[in-house]
């Protein structure tokens, strides 16, 4: 049997598993969806949403790219970000990236891959941002999970500036925002700043070059 039959029919066995366990699984996740977090993540096959997290098809919205880019004219990331708060109504948007991300990688290198060198510009802007915390750090190895951490935080406060957000904020809707990074040596998630609720916290972060309200790595 070829790779991609095993596919169908783990799926195959996968369904059956679940129905036996929970005989109308199914037909309720038809009938509805009601997530209350989003997730935005990298696309890299290591870090699968649902499952580090620990939840179940239909408690978790998401949209993932390469290196976890929230970027403002993306009209992807947007859509979803939009049908999440304004029809689903999440509680919690979450930005998640990851250590040893090669998209990070690429960007720190200023290797070249083709066309996703456009889409990793965005990460080297982050980069120039923050050049002097990240060269400062002797070991290569240490700038790039340090610009993997900057960086979510950069895509948690673009996050906070959408419209999407900003609006929500405004009519009282409760959403928070949160950006976390997964280790793939070990599994674990460590939050990496304390959750955004409110513009006020929001723009704290952003005018304090993102150092205003940051963690350690927990
Ligand atoms: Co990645």
């Known amino acids: 049997m070829s790779d991609i039959k095993n596919l169908i029919q783990n799926n195959r066995t996968w369904a ?6 929970d005989p109308d699984f199914f037909g309720r996740l038809a009938r509805q969806q009601a997530p209350e977090y989003l997730w935005i993540g990298c696309a890299d096959s290591r870090v699968p949403a649902n499952e580090i997290a620990g939840l179940m098809p239909g408690e978790l919205f998401v949209h993932r790219n390469v290196a976890n880019l929230v970027v403002h004219s993306d009209l992807n990331c947007l859509s979803v970000m939009q049908y999440a708060v304004d029809v689903l109504k999440v ?31 965005h990460v080297q802007d982050v980069h120039h941002q923050h050049r002097e915390e990240i060269d400062s ?5 240490a700038r790039i999970a340090k610009l993997s951490e900057i ?29 976390w990074i997964y280790d ?5 998630i460590h939050s990496l700043v304390e959750a955004i609720s409110d513009p006020e916290t929001a723009l704290e972060l952003h005018s304090s070059g993102l150092k205003r309200v940051r963690r350690g790595v927990a």
């Open 91 to 121: 509680k919690h948007i979450i930005v998640t990236g990851h250590y040893n991300c090669g998209g990070i990688i690429a960007a720190l290198r200023n290797q070249s891959f083709g066309l996703i060198d456009n889409w990793l510009r």
């Open 184 to 188: 793939v040596k070990d599994g674990l």
């Open 151 to 179: 960086n979510v935080l950069a895509q948690v406060v673009n996050v906070c500036r959408t419209t999407v957000v900003q609006n929500a904020w405004q009519s009282g809707q409760n959403v928070s925002v949160h950006g």
């Open 137 to 141: 750090l002797e070991k290569e190895s």
């Open 16 to 21: 059956a598993g679940m129905t036996e366990r």
